[in-house]
């Protein structure tokens, strides 16, 4: 039976359903009677399914939070080099409107500048204001330059503060992903203890026939899907990693993004992006490369590689892995094609 994560769920309620399972597995192990010391592995991988289930929108949630943060980044060094030149233009004018205002009061024209010079402008209407007395024709030149320069100005400012709010944010997931790696590995070793050989085999130096059941890819369609087909095949056995791209470990969107890239397609570290930048196919027209999502609030890909299976990065403490695509706990929520 599948078992569907709720949507909407927080990060806070996320982490405390994984307590509680973690709490779960272990009572189960305490309390289980000598006759049967070790609990039903499949029980416990249940267990583990379900909590990882409810935690791996926080993992997206942090992919998501972490690529808008580096990318308003880069949008602010961009901004920055572009006022640079401005603030220098700018500068330059209003020197050269200084030196008019000194010629002009040498000439004795100083009805007017004797009141503007007897303080220094502070404000743009000040400076607008000197230009009017001094050269008209300098002061539009200049007041167009500044509305620029003001222009690209507020808009670092308002990336400058959008950035400090996602690196809150960024901060705060990075704690909470520390804390609920804890956990996981608490329960990778609740699973050990009830199947030490699957807990071997899902390790990353454990028996690659069981991340590669078949072979990979299964079928091939040609073009750019076979390219990100073989890609993705060529990373079977490589870790679990949270927040991943490569080249030393993947998350699930991680992995389809690298996957793609070889074959010439930006996809962003985010399942949801990754949704909105591919359009929809049906199960019938599956072709290798396409993508398949899970879940209601599709937290979850994988890349179809042929014949009914997948490849996929699962979960913490395990690797990239084929599967077939009805896993009992993995809800197919669509198919997508980059």
């Known amino acids: 039976m599948a078992i569907h994560a709720p949507h909407h769920r927080s990060p806070r309620r996320a982490a405390r359903a994984l307590i509680a399972a973690v709490a779960a597995v272990a009572a189960a192990l305490a309390t289980a009677p000598p006759a049967h010391a070790d609990p039903d592995p499949a029980t416990v991988d249940a267990q583990i399914n379900k909590a990882w289930n409810d935690l791996e929108p926080l993992v997206e949630q942090y992919n998501k939070v972490h690529s808008d943060l580096q990318a308003n980044q880069a949008k602010a060094e961009q901004l920055q080099q572009q006022l640079q030149p401005l603030q220098l233009e700018v500068d330059l004018a209003m020197a050269r409107v200084s030196n008019l205002a000194v010629q002009a009061y040498k000439d004795g024209r100083t009805s007017t500048l004797n009141v503007l010079l007897t303080g220094s402008p502070s404000t743009l209407a000040d400076q607008l204001a000197m230009l009017d007395a001094v050269a008209h024709n300098k002061r539009t030149e200049l007041s167009g330059m500044v509305a620029v320069r003001d222009k690209y100005a507020a808009d670092k400012k308002a990336v400058d503060d959008l950035i400090a709010q996602q690196q809150r944010q960024d901060a705060d997931l990075s704690a909470k992903k520390a804390r609920?790696?804890?956990?996981?590995?608490?329960?990778?070793?609740?699973?050990?203890?009830?199947?030490?050989?699957?807990?071997?085999?899902?390790?990353?130096?454990?028996?690659?026939?069981?991340?590669?059941?078949?072979?990979?890819?299964?079928?091939?369609?040609?073009?750019?899907?076979?390219?990100?087909?073989?890609?993705?095949?060529?990373?079977?056995?490589?870790?679990?990693?949270?927040?991943?791209?490569?080249?030393?470990?993947?998350?699930?969107?991680?992995?389809?993004?690298?996957?793609?890239?070889?074959?010439?397609?930006?996809?962003?570290?985010?399942?949801?992006?990754?949704?909105?930048?591919?359009?929809?196919?049906?199960?019938?027209?599956?072709?290798?490369?396409?993508?398949?999502?899970?879940?209601?609030?599709?937290?979850?890909?994988?890349?179809y590689v042929g014949g009914g299976w997948m490849v996929h990065a699962p979960r913490p403490g395990d690797v990239v892995r084929m599967a077939k695509l009805d896993s009992a706990y993995l809800p197919i929520a669509g198919y997508r094609r980059p």
Do not use: M
Request: aromatic share 8%.
């Open 180 to 303: 609920i790696e804890a956990q996981i590995a608490d329960l990778q070793k609740l699973r050990q203890q009830a199947s030490p050989a699957a807990a071997t085999a899902t390790a990353p130096d454990g028996d690659p026939a069981v991340a590669k059941p078949a072979g990979c890819p299964v079928e091939s369609a040609g073009g750019p899907g076979d390219t990100a087909a073989l890609r993705a095949c060529s990373l079977l056995g490589k870790p679990y990693v949270w927040a991943a791209a490569g080249p030393n470990g993947y998350d699930c969107s991680g992995l389809t993004l690298t996957a793609w890239a070889a074959a010439g397609v930006s996809l962003q570290h985010y399942t949801n992006w990754q949704w909105n930048q591919t359009k929809p196919v049906s199960r019938a027209d599956l072709r290798t490369g396409d993508l398949i999502f899970f879940f209601r609030d599709r937290h979850h890909v994988g890349i």
